[in-house]
């Protein structure tokens, strides 16, 4: 089994930055996809995967968040972060950790990112 744990987020002002963070532990060979989902207030089916990064380091972004976010992972800690730069009021969301070990997806229990001044 696996567990993800993320931590980071909160209340941040338009244009400001913020980290989030997600630890994986369990049976963790290196090799899995990791990255963040998110899904805004009310939305329940709109979720939509933010970033994804390979064990290679190959990185992916849906289009809202290119050039703002940076999706990096350290293998020998087993954690992805996700740096957010200049964030605007519609990437408030809720922010799930992944890891898809290309058999099942494993989540975090979401941390909420609320963008607003």
């Known amino acids: 089994q696996v567990q993800l744990v993320e931590s980071g987020g909160g209340l941040v002002q338009p244009g400001g930055s913020t980290r989030l963070s997600c630890t994986a532990s369990?049976?963790?060979?290196?090799?899995?996809?990791m990255g963040w989902y998110r899904q805004p207030p009310g939305r329940q089916r709109q979720r939509e995967l933010v970033?994804?990064?390979?064990?290679?380091?190959?990185?992916t972004y849906t289009d809202s968040v290119k050039g703002r976010f940076t999706i990096s992972r350290d293998n020998a800690k087993n954690t992805v972060d996700l740096q957010m730069n200049s964030l605007k009021p519609e990437d408030t969301a809720t922010y799930t950790c992944?890891?898809?070990?290309?058999?099942?997806?494993?989540w975090g229990q979401g941390t909420q990112v609320t963008v607003s001044s």
């Open positions: 992944y890891l898809y070990d290309y058999e099942q997806n494993y």
């Open positions: 369990g049976i963790i060979t290196g090799t899995e996809d």
């Open positions: 970033a994804r990064i390979t064990w290679r380091g190959y990185t």
